[in-house]
């Protein structure tokens, strides 16, 4: 990712940092120095490929709460791969619930097509794994 950031030139509005979820997230934030706007918290935060490991649910959900400026058009937007489970992934929209978020949108987007169809875990019991291949769950967090 560094590789992407200076071959684009984008280093001055991009940087990678090392960090593992629920740590400090001073690494994440720009320094007060170069942003003479204020807050240093994200309106808007992308996170994908994220949710394979539910062992990590809570330091991840933990992160994004820490870095989510606390407005209301603040969101947060998860992408994840059917293949993760469909009972992973209600369980990261759970436990996301108990800590004051709220799911405002989740479908489910066909990788190939671009079809679209609302989340159900339910279809978990009758799609097998090339199926869940083909689709993956986008949601929308904010705050409660």
Same mark, same amino acid.
């Given at each position: 990712?560094?590789?992407?950031? *200076?071959?684009?030139?984008?280093?001055?509005?991009?940087?990678?940092?090392?960090?593992?979820?629920?740590?400090?997230?001073s690494?994440? +934030?720009?320094?007060?120095?170069?942003?003479?706007?204020?807050?240093? +918290?994200?309106?808007?935060?992308?996170?994908?490929?994220?949710?394979?490991?539910?062992?990590?649910?809570?330091?991840?959900?933990?992160? +994004?709460?820490?870095?989510?400026?606390?407005?209301?058009?603040?969101? $947060? &937007? $998860? $992408?994840?791969?059917? &293949?993760?489970?469909r009972?992973? +992934?209600?369980?990261?929209?759970?436990?996301? =619930?108990? &800590?004051?978020?709220?799911?405002? *949108?989740?479908?489910? *987007?066909?990788?190939?097509?671009?079809?679209?169809?609302?989340?159900?875990?339910?279809r978990?019991?009758?799609?097998?794994?090339?199926?869940?291949?083909?689709?993956?769950?986008?949601? =929308?967090?904010?705050?409660?």
């Amino acid at each position: 990712v560094s590789d992407n950031v *200076r071959r684009n030139h984008a280093s001055e509005r991009c940087w990678t940092v090392p960090y593992a979820w629920g740590n400090d997230i001073s690494p994440l +934030l720009m320094p007060a120095q170069q942003n003479p706007e204020g807050s240093t +918290l994200f309106d808007i935060i992308v996170a994908a490929d994220t949710l394979w490991n539910p062992e990590t649910h809570v330091q991840f959900i933990s992160t +994004l709460c820490m870095c989510l400026n606390h407005t209301p058009d603040a969101r $947060v &937007h $998860v $992408v994840a791969g059917l &293949h993760t489970g469909r009972y992973t +992934l209600q369980s990261f929209m759970n436990a996301a =619930v108990m &800590h004051k978020l709220q799911v405002e *949108r989740v479908v489910e *987007r066909e990788v190939m097509d671009g079809v679209q169809r609302p989340w159900d875990v339910t279809r978990a019991e009758s799609e097998d794994e090339r199926e869940r291949r083909k689709w993956v769950v986008w949601m =929308v967090l904010r705050w409660a």
